[in-house]
């Protein structure tokens, strides 16, 4: 691992080989809450509240290798959601060794990280297109910041979608609800893309789920019966939502996830999946979400 020991800041960021070796920033707020994120995708893999209980959801089936994606955690889809283009699944970022860019102890204790990636031979070849992309994460006593920028530094326009796909632990899938979609108009991926407004009040999970929330309402929250816990979500600069679960046939399926994992997680990602975004040369993009969690 390359010497990273200069962004270390004592009590508050500890850069150490995380599994695989991959080289991991740790994160810890006065209060006791702290976070994990591998240079590997800025992939957040770890975060907890400050009695040290996990809040992220982590497969005991992940891979923790240069070329695969971490199962968890909050995987950046970008620039291409899904199999939605001609792209690797969820795009390229998830798979490539980002830079350290920065790290910083704020007035308060709050603890940042910034990362970054811009074009490679690797990138080149998948996606012709020069960029700069930046993640931010922000800890605080009780939230989770993620701050993500775009920009294209090259001379043509470029079109993406963004996921922040993050996966939250749930003690029982059965007892939790999504709250805040009432009325959203849902495609739904497991019925041929049909299009039409939830009319739900809340979305339960007792079958696979796989949905974009189009146009999403920017707060929503996640109940965990079991846990007595509440998740809120604040997202801005972001349009979309989707809710997924793969349930019992699509985990068996998954090599990276246990069969019987889909009942301890949800993931409910914030980002751009419905829509493109086109970005001019020169054209930065901004979008933040912010995570916070609450037991009863
Ligand atoms: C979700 C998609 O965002 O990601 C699902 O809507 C997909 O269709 C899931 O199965 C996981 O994708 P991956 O590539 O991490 O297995």
């Excluded at 006065?30 to 209980?53: K, Q």
């Excluded at 999970?205 to 509440?230: H, K, M």
Aim: charged share 25%.
């Amino acid at each position: 691992m390359k010497d990273l020991s200069r962004f270390e800041i004592h009590g508050a960021v500890a850069i150490t080989p995380g599994n695989g070796g991959l080289p991991k920033v740790a994160l810890k707020h006065p209060s006791g809450s702290s976070a994990e994120i591998y240079l590997h995708g800025a992939h957040v893999t770890s975060w907890r509240d400050g009695r040290g209980e996990e809040l992220f959801f982590l497969s005991r089936e992940s891979n923790w290798a240069a070329d695969k994606p971490i199962r968890g955690g909050i995987p950046v889809c970008w620039p291409q959601f899904g199999g939605q283009g001609t792209l690797p699944q969820h795009g390229f970022v998830r798979t490539n060794p980002w830079t350290l860019a920065g790290t910083e102890e704020l007035p308060g204790g709050n603890v940042a990280v910034t990362l970054r990636l811009s074009e490679n031979d690797a990138t080149l070849k998948l996606w012709p297109h020069r960029f700069e992309f930046e993640l931010r994460v922000t800890l605080s006593a009780s939230s989770l910041r993620l701050g993500a920028q775009a920009g294209n530094t090259g001379d043509q326009p470029f079109e993406f979608q963004i996921a922040l796909h993050t996966y939250f632990t749930i003690a029982d899938i059965h007892r939790a609800a999504v709250r805040g979609l009432q009325g959203t108009t849902m495609i739904d991926a497991l019925r041929e893309n049909a299009r039409e407004a939830d009319a739900q009040p809340e979305i339960r999970f007792d079958r696979e789920t796989d949905r974009v929330y189009v146009s999403a309402p920017d707060t929503l929250s996640i109940r965990d019966e079991a846990a007595g816990r509440t998740f809120a979500i604040r997202k801005s600069g972001m349009s979309d939502v989707v809710v997924w679960n793969p349930w019992i046939a699509k985990s068996q399926r998954m090599p990276d996830f246990g069969d019987d994992e889909y009942l301890r997680m949800v993931c409910v990602e914030t980002g751009n999946m419905a829509n493109r975004i086109r970005l001019a040369p020169g054209q930065p993009w901004r979008g933040e979400t912010v995570l916070s969690a609450v037991r009863d």
